[in-house]
């Protein structure tokens, strides 16, 4: 009775949204010429001579790969949902599982990444189910914490769709957990969040039992 939509195509959603990017590649040159700057006098602070062969071009490269990161500032989740919304009188579960997922955390700038869930019961409307994984990129390339993104995305979908309920469960590891302080290396933080009918205990279980299934 319930559809899993989407475990299957995923691979060709991520290369299709990996494609159309790079193509419209660009920098601000002012910003770039900026942040350069300062991840210079960051890395000769740190103790390296930022003159040397292997690193001359790297500021440059930092100052690049982190506006790449953190294109989401410049994304607008409602306009991603909105751009591939359809009337549709489906109203059964439709899940997107394993959506890719890198962000950094807000606290030390490190990387964590996993994967997020998403499943919501439509009232009317669909949206592109690439929509959904652009919708977790927007978030996700910013600076942030994963309970916060874990949130934003389930508000944005039951605000943008208005379905019957929306589910959303990330699963990530933290480099900041990994490489330092506490040194948990293999340790997994989940967050979710669920709205409308998700907040009953079988549609929520029925969810979670779909996930956490591998079905082929
Ligand atoms: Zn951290």
């Known amino acids: 009775m319930w559809n899993i939509w989407a475990s299957l195509d995923w691979p060709i959603l991520i290369k299709k949204h990996i494609v159309s990017y790079n193509k419209s590649e660009t920098y601000n040159e ?48 409602k306009e991603i949902l909105n751009s591939a919304k359809f009337r549709e009188a489906y109203s059964e579960m439709v899940i997107v599982k394993d959506i890719e997922l890198y962000s950094m955390c807000e606290h030390h700038l490190l990387p964590f990444f996993g994967k997020a869930h998403i499943a919501y019961i439509p009232n009317g409307w669909i949206t592109g189910l690439s929509k959904l994984a652009r919708v977790v990129d927007c978030y996700a390339r910013r600076l942030q914490v994963q309970e916060r993104m874990t949130h934003q995305i389930l508000d944005i979908i039951q605000e943008t769709l208005d379905p019957i309920g929306v589910a959303v469960v990330i699963e990530a590891k933290h480099l900041c957990m990994m490489m330092r302080g506490v040194s948990k290396q293999n340790s997994i933080t989940t967050t979710s969040a669920f709205s409308g009918q998700f907040q009953a205990p079988e549609t929520r279980a029925e969810f979670l039992k779909l996930i956490t299934s591998d079905i082929h």
């Open 30 to 77: 002012e910003i770039t010429s900026a942040l350069a700057d300062h991840y210079s006098s960051a890395i000769t602070l740190l103790g390296e001579d930022v003159t040397r062969e292997g690193l001359q071009k790297t500021p440059q490269r930092i100052a690049k790969a982190m506006q790449y990161l953190t294109q989401g500032y410049h994304m607008d989740a």
